[in-house]
Structures are given as structure tokens and as C-alpha cells.
């Protein structure tokens, strides 16, 4: 047997390895849950394919078009040109029983079900068995037929009464390949049969595997945003003959070398967008001498690292550069993903943002003249905070009837204490002032003390006035 001593500092070494090893299995955890989409991807039916997240810009002449939600949002595509499949369940059949004679029997229920499936998203729909009192529980095996490639069926159940509760779960896990030949239909709709042993009753499912974008059957032909030389389809143009572009633009019967025509982006723009060779019609894009940097793009017109910088940080460290232009990540805004959308910073004392007096821009307060300070707390320039808040502490501490219906809703920032003489009131400095200010209603002065709490403005009011005198004649 050995036997291994560990001293002090062997295990303070030990504790630090067994850190690093648990922050790489989180940083694994981190980068496997990472879209998978292809931000590359040629067409609308390839880029909802490579992931569920995935969506695709429908946008004519976006530059990014495959990418998360948020990450087609944040490039600028608008919510109405994202298209974004989602699974969906629908009873399609859903018979009661109001036979007296059917509570002898078993009876199965809804009946029917359509279930559009996006691959990798479960969808769950519950089923319930109504039992006669007398029939004893058996267990419960499922019985599926003409079940697609792929698609996984399971069940769970539950016993409430004598009515059978049972969760069915479908998941689909990939897209037929086009080069499988098992089933002529690719992507459905097929019709499934769930049958329970021992129950006479079935479940249908009609199940389609939602693979195919609905945008491509919408198409514009002779659009104007393809030079009218093709037609406009999720966003994309589909050249007609002896024309070719990103926008149908060039005329391959052109001077050019059928080569240069495939390489370029009109008859004017240069091969590869300068960035790359040609090769029979396709851009071999250029090396760059940094490997993180790299050009992109059907004509090499992409690149990620010609992005605004921030604090000497490409996207501010905050986003990743594509195509030229900051996708941010969330939290983060603007052309260099330096704007932070947190709002800590410009919580007040009274945990009021920027103190109700300017508006929290990128963290930070942008105040209303003439407020001035992090969070909008000073006005040098400003009335006396006396004057300021005197309607407020006479309406609050008097009852007076000029804001008598306004005074709870206009005031509720103000909190007033009211103490029997001015010796009662709180010792004045940085934090308290002293206010004397006169009465609009009975020309007396009456006095109090301004302080700035975490809730808001406290005041402690005297409540005796001081009134000047009435000569008697």
C-alpha cells in the first residue's frame, strides 16, 4: 500500500488545481450551449435546419441573415421580416361520452391531434382513460404505428380516480437528409396511431416536421429588388436566365469572363471585393496574417474585425463583430456595444432613476438642466429647495385647499413629521435644511426641515405658525 502525505502547501496547490478544473468544465458547459446556428447558411430552409434557436431574415439586402432571434434583432432586422417556425400541438378531435351505457366501458380522450414539430423541441399533450370502477389497473403499454424516421413517442401516467391520466411526449430529432429515399414525403403530414394494450380506443396524430420555410412559396417575380431580372423569395433573389448577383445586377452575356461575372457584385465592383481570387466562379477568400481575423462572405465582402472598437476592445468586448457591424450581446447596445442597457447606476437615494430629473443613457444619467451630478441629486443652480418644496409641505402638513384634491398624487414623494416648536426640529446640516417660508393663505411663516431619505423627501414640520400681529385701533 502507498501512502501519500500532502503537506500545507501540497494542498493548498490541490485546492487551486481542483478550482481551475471546475471553472473549464463551466466554461465547456458555457460554450456547448452556444447557438449552433450557420450564420452562413444559403438558404431560409438551411438556416431553421441547423438549429432550433435559428431564425432567418426575410429582409431584401440584410447582411446577416441566419442567427438567433436576438441576434437577427440586434442586427438591425426588424421583427416582421424574422421568420422563426414555432412547434405547435392542436386537438383536432376531442368527442365526449354522453352515453349512460359507455361509463361501463372505456373511453379515451381527445381523439385526434395535429402536431407541427420543429426537430429538437419536445411537445407534450395529455390524454385521459376513463375506467369502470370494476376493472382492475393494468399496465399501460403503448402500440404506435407508421412512426417516422426520427421521431421518438413516450409516455408517463398517473391514476386519479378511476380516470387514467397519461402525458404523451414527441420529439423529432432531425430533418430527413434529402438523399433519404425511406419516406417519400419528407416532412409529413403523417398519420400516427397511438393504441394502448387492453384499451380498444386509438390516438391519431397527424405529425409534420416543420424543415421547409412557408417564405419560399411567396414569391415576387420580376422584382424591383432584384433589378427585375428575377424573382424576390425569403428575402433572397432567384436570378432569372443570363443574370446573376446578389441582385440579379450582372449580365453574364456581358464582355466579362463568365469566371469574373460569378466573382463580382455588378459589372463595376472588384473581384472578390478585392479580398480574395477567383477561382472557376467561386472567391477564395484572402488569409489574413492574424488567424481570429478573417474575411467572409459569397464575395469575400464580410470580415469580422472592421467593427467599431471601445475602450480598445473590438465591440467593446461586449458583442461580436459580422459583417463589419456590432451584434451585441444582450445588455449591450450600440454601434460599438459600449452602451450598457443596466439601470443600478442611476438609482437616486430615493431609488427614483436619475432622481426623476434626466433619463439613464448607457448606465449613465443624462440630467435635465439644470440638475447636475451621477444621479441628478444636485442643483446648484436651482431655487431654494425650501421654495422648491414649500406646496408640497404645506398641502401635506396643513390640509390646505389649493392642492386639496391634488395633494395625494402630486405630494406622495413627501413624507412630513409634524413636532409641537422649532427646538423639536432636527439639528441643521449637510443633510438637513431649514426652511421659513410663508403661508399663500393665511400670511403666516411656518417652519420646517428638508432632508433626502432612500424613500424621498422627509419633512418635520412645527405645527404652530407664527402670525403677525393685529393692531387694535
Known amino acids: 500500500m502507498n501512502i501519500i502525505l500532502m503537506f500545507p502547501s501540497d494542498c493548498r496547490m490541490a485546492a487551486k488545481l481542483a ?33 432550433p434557436e435559428c431564425a432567418w431574415c426575410t429582409a431584401p439586402g440584410a447582411n446577416i441573415r441566419c442567427h438567433t432571434v436576438n441576434g437577427l434583432r440586434r442586427a438591425g432586422c426588424g421583427k416582421s ?24 366501458t372505456l373511453f379515451l380522450q381527445p381523439q385526434e391531434f395535429s402536431l407541427h414539430l420543429r426537430p429538437r423541441v419536445s ?15 393494468t399496465e ?16 408517463s401516467s398517473t391514476m386519479k380516480g378511476n380516470r387514467l391520466l397519461v402525458q404523451v411526449n414527441v420529439e423529432a430529432a432531425q430533418c430527413p437528409r434529402t438523399s433519404d429515399s425511406s419516406n417519400q414525403n419528407r416532412t409529413g403530414p403523417w398519420s400516427v396511431y397511438i393504441t394502448f394494450k387492453g384499451f380498444p380506443q386509438s390516438v391519431k396524430l397527424e ?12 414569391r415576387e417575380e420580376n422584382s424591383a429588388g432584384c ?78 474585425f472592421s467593427c467599431f472598437y471601445s475602450n480598445g476592445r473590438l465591440c467593446g468586448g461586449n458583442g461580436k ?19 450598457s442597457m443596466e439601470t443600478d447606476s442611476c438609482l437616486a437615494k430615493n431609488q427614483i432613476l436619475c432622481n426623476g430629473r434626466g433619463m439613464c443613457q448607457c448606465g449613465r444619467c443624462k440630467c ?53 416648536t422649532k427646538d423639536d426640529l432636527p439639528q441643521r446640516g449637510d443633510t438637513n435644511q431649514f426652511c421659513k417660508m410663508r403661508s399663500r393663505h393665511d400670511d403666516c411663516f411656518f417652519f420646517y426641515t428638508l432632508s433626502s431619505m432612500p424613500s424621498g423627501e422627509q419633512a418635520t414640520v412645527v405645527r404652530a405658525k407664527q402670525c403677525p400681529r393685529v393692531v387694535q385701533k
Not at 424516421?149 to 409516455?155: Q, Y
Not at 405529425?207 to 411567396?218: D, F, P, S
Open 368 to 420: 435635465e438642466m439644470p440638475y447636475v451630478g451621477p444621479t441628478c441629486e444636485n442643483c446648484p443652480l436651482c431655487e431654494n429647495r425650501c421654495q422648491e418644496h414649500t406646496v408640497c409641505v404645506e398641502c401635506r402638513a396643513f390640509g390646505t385647499e389649493t392642492m386639496k384634491n391634488r395633494c395625494d398624487r402630486e405630494c406622495g414623494y413627501l413624507t412630513v413629521t409634524m413636532v409641537e
Open 123 to 137: 411537445q407534450s399533450f395529455p390524454l385521459a382513460i376513463s375506467m369502470p370502477t370494476d376493472q382492475p389497473i
Open 227 to 304: 433589378s427585375s431580372h428575377g424573382a424576390l423569395a425569403c428575402g433572397q433573389c432567384e436570378c432569372y436566365e443570363h443574370y446573376d448577383g446578389q441582385r440579379c445586377q450582372m449580365d453574364t452575356d456581358s464582355s466579362l469572363s463568365r469566371d469574373d461575372r460569378f466573382c463580382r457584385s455588378d459589372s463595376n465592383a472588384p473581384v472578390c471585393s478585392d479580398r480574395g481570387r477567383c477561382v472557376e466562379g467561386f472567391c477564395h477568400c484572402d488569409i489574413r496574417e492574424n488567424p481570429k481575423e478573417r474575411y467572409s462572405g459569397r464575395l469575400c465582402e464580410c470580415d469580422n
Open 81 to 104: 421580416y424574422i421568420y422563426n417556425p414555432n412547434s405547435r400541438v392542436e386537438v383536432v378531435k376531442n368527442d365526449s361520452s354522453t352515453d349512460p351505457a359507455d361509463a361501463k
Open 19 to 51: 478550482c481551475v478544473c471546475l471553472l473549464l468544465v463551466l466554461f465547456c458547459l458555457s460554450w456547448a450551449k452556444e447557438p449552433t446556428c450557420v450564420t452562413s447558411a444559403s438558404s431560409c430552409d438551411e438556416c431553421i435546419q441547423s438549429g
Open 321 to 339: 463583430c459580422m459583417c463589419g457591424r456590432c451584434i451585441c450581446d444582450d445588455d449591450w447596445t450600440g454601434e460599438d456595444c459600449s452602451c
Open 140 to 155: 399501460l403499454t403503448m402500440n404506435t404505428s407508421n412512426v417516422p424516421a426520427g421521431v421518438n413517442i413516450t409516455i
Open 207 to 218: 405529425i409534420t416536421l416543420l424543415c421547409q420555410c412557408n417564405c419560399t412559396g411567396n
